[in-house]
């Protein structure tokens, strides 16, 4: 490995880009982050030169256009890319679903074509536990059998099955599929975290919404699950773990150099109540509820086993659900309109 390798970030500017970024320059990687902002601030960067004291390269322009690609990957002698970018709503993606086939599907094969013109065949792809659809049992392995219930799961999918297809036209690609599971939390500066733009999807920033007192309440999709306490049970896995499990995923691919699927969880689930309660313990705000009826497409519990990036990867989740709250909380409590 040559020394402070390039690594591309797609979408490097959005939420789990930002905080891979700062672990890969600690790592001793130099990231060039290619974003379009579609989905989050270019403030993002005056933060990341903080935190690091330098400034993060980044180019803004839009991974559909290949000619770029290419000549980003050869501007800056990209070692690897990392492909963040794509859009992540799950409703909108039932309401849109040609929005999210042409940016994530169009999307991955642009970065393809660009790398495979810059001569650039090293990977990582952020897929998603939504590949599993709804899992037979818990905890999920990866030899599970995949599907999906969306738009936006069916881009997962078959990016990753765009990602087998080169491998097998040449074994020279290199790649590494990480099926991350609840991404939460921020970092612990409050200075980069989730912004979600309108109405959050997801619980955790809604729940720092209501603790914040821009929502009244959080509506609790179900309590009459089969699950501990009837409400939905999720593998939620601080941003900051996986951040260095991209890390982790790069060093793996640009060393021994072998492909790998594998899940970025704690391998412990929490229900929504647990993070209902964690929330206001570590915030010491109240986060008052209504029980609502369950959302369609959820299931009742999705958690990992993890065990496999660990023997591939070296690399295990390390925070517990009360560092996701207190880092969610600084974040939120410091950035009340993210942002903006
Ligand atoms: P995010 O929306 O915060 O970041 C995505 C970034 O990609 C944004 O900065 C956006 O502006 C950019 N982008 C989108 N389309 C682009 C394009 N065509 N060209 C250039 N830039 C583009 O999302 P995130 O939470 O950081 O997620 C990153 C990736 O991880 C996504 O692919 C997402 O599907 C996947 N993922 C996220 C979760 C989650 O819960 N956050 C879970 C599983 C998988
Ligand atoms: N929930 C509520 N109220 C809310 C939001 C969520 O009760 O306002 C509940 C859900 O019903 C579920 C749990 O909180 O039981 C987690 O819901 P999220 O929307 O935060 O996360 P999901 O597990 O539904 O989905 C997320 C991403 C998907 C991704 C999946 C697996 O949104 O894109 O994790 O990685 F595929």
Redesign the pocket.
């Known amino acids: 490995m040559t020394a402070n390798p390039s690594i591309l970030l ?8 930002s905080h891979t970024c700062l672990a890969l320059c600690a790592a001793g990687f130099e990231p060039v982050i ?7 601030s270019p403030a993002v960067l005056e933060r990341l030169q903080r935190l690091r004291g330098q400034a993060v390269v980044c180019e803004r ?4 256009d290949t000619a770029l690609v290419q000549t980003v990957i050869e501007r800056h002698g990209i070692a690897a890319v990392i ?6 709503a799950v409703g909108e993606s039932v309401a849109k679903p040609l929005k999210y086939y042409a ?2 599907l169009g ?1 991955m094969v642009s970065l393809l074509q660009g790398m495979d013109a810059a001569g650039c065949r090293t990977l990582v792809f ?5 590949v599993y659809g709804d899992p037979a049992s818990v905890p999920i392995t990866e030899d599970f059998p995949r599907s999906h219930t969306n738009p ?1 799961g069916h881009s ?1 999918l078959v990016g990753e099955d765009i990602m087998a297809a080169m491998r097998i036209a040449n074994p020279a690609w290199r790649m590494g599929v990480l099926r ?1 599971f ?2 939460v939390g921020a970092h612990p500066s409050g200075l980069i975290g ?2 979600p733009l309108g109405i959050p999807d ?1 619980l955790m920033p809604y729940v720092t919404q209501v603790a914040v007192g821009q929502r009244p309440h959080l509506n609790v999709y179900g309590n009459d699950y089969a699950t501990p306490d009837g409400t939905g049970v999720r593998d939620y896995i601080h941003v900051q773990d996986l951040a260095a499990g991209h890390v982790a995923a790069v060093q793996a691919l640009l060393g021994r150099g072998e492909s790998f699927t594998v899940n970025l969880g704690t391998g412990r689930g929490h229900s929504v109540l647990e993070v209902v309660h964690a929330f206001e313990q570590n915030s010491g705000r109240p986060v008052p509820y209504q029980i609502a009826p369950r959302r369609p497409g959820d299931v009742a519990q999705c958690y990992a086993n993890p065990a496999l990036a660990h023997r591939l990867l070296g690399w295990q989740a390390h925070h517990t659900l009360d560092d996701m709250c207190a880092d969610a909380w600084r974040w939120q409590s410091q950035n009340p309109s993210g942002y903006r």
């Open positions: 797609t979408g490097g500017a959005g939420f789990i880009g290619l974003d379009n902002f579609s989905n989050s322009g839009d991974v559909g492909h963040f970018a794509g859009f992540k940016n994530n999307g952020s897929s998603s536990a939504t936006y997962k991350y609840n991404p989730e912004d997801n």
